[in-house]
């Protein structure tokens, strides 16, 4: 049973459409993020909700936009999408906002041509 | 501001080697220090972290971390390593006590333990 589940695992998609990647955890925790990962590698935070409400929102294009509708669930849905997108996007959760004890998903590699 | 330097963007080490992955932490206040692996294709999986009390660290798969104060490192190190600890390493650093707990990540750290 997958602890951090993210969907869809792989999006190529054509610059100006809307998209959205789906996550869920099943551990029972309090905080769920969203990260970013370039083609560097590099780790950066967008979004971080603690029991649907929302904590940290870093400078992140107003394209983006996290939805919890419950605290086992976060999306993310991503409007009129640019080439400078493409990244591979993680969710995480922690059993609450002070641990950093952070457990990711698989990923999901967005690709936009 | 908090922030964390990995200086080597690829470790190579021989299998049966130490191995050691290096870190350096810039924060106001008390560190609260972590490491993190990813392989090839995965999310990245939790170490190791730093909190507290002891400077060595022990974590999962063998691994271990010493948090040094005055030089500002939390090196992450392996006695024996194996070629399954290829891997991507990251180290993150937030500030404890206070704050956003935002976490902030290194650029990551390569290692490739040959054969």
């Known amino acids: 049973d997958t602890a951090v589940s993210q969907t869809p695992k792989y999006l190529v998609t054509q610059m100006g459409n809307d998209k959205s990647i789906k996550c869920e955890q099943n551990?029972?925790?309090?905080?769920m993020y969203w990260y970013k990962q370039d083609s560097k590698k590099f780790l950066k935070i967008m979004f971080s909700?603690?029991?649907?409400?929302?904590?940290i929102n870093e400078t992140v294009p107003n394209r983006f936009s996290p939805k919890s509708p419950d605290k086992a669930h976060l999306n993310l849905h991503i409007n009129s999408l640019e080439l400078g997108d493409s990244a591979v996007y993680f969710c995480?959760?922690?059993?609450?906002?002070?641990?950093?004890?952070?457990?990711f998903g698989e990923g999901s590699r967005l690709t936009v041509l | 501001a908090q922030s964390v330097a990995q200086p080597e963007d690829q470790v190579n080490v021989a299998e049966g080697n130490p191995l050691t992955v290096k870190c350096t932490y810039s924060?106001?206040?008390?560190?609260?220090l972590f490491w993190y692996v990813q392989y090839p294709n995965r999310g990245l999986q939790f170490l190791l972290k730093?909190?507290?009390?002891?400077?060595l660290v022990k974590g999962s798969y063998g691994f271990e971390a010493e948090f040094n104060k005055s030089q500002t490192s939390f090196h992450l190190k392996k006695p024996s390593a194996l070629v399954s600890d290829s891997a991507l390493y990251f180290c993150?650093?937030?500030?404890?006590?206070?704050?956003?707990?935002?976490?902030?990540f290194g650029a990551g750290t390569t290692v490739t333990v040959r054969a």
């Open positions: 995480a959760s922690s059993q609450d906002r002070r641990t950093g004890e952070l457990f």
């Open positions: 551990l029972g925790h309090d905080t």
């Open positions: 909700y603690n029991n649907k409400e929302l904590i």
């Open positions: 924060v106001s206040g008390n560190p609260y």
């Open positions: 730093y909190i507290t009390g002891d400077n």
């Open positions: 993150a650093v937030r500030e404890g006590g206070r704050g956003d707990y935002k976490l902030s």
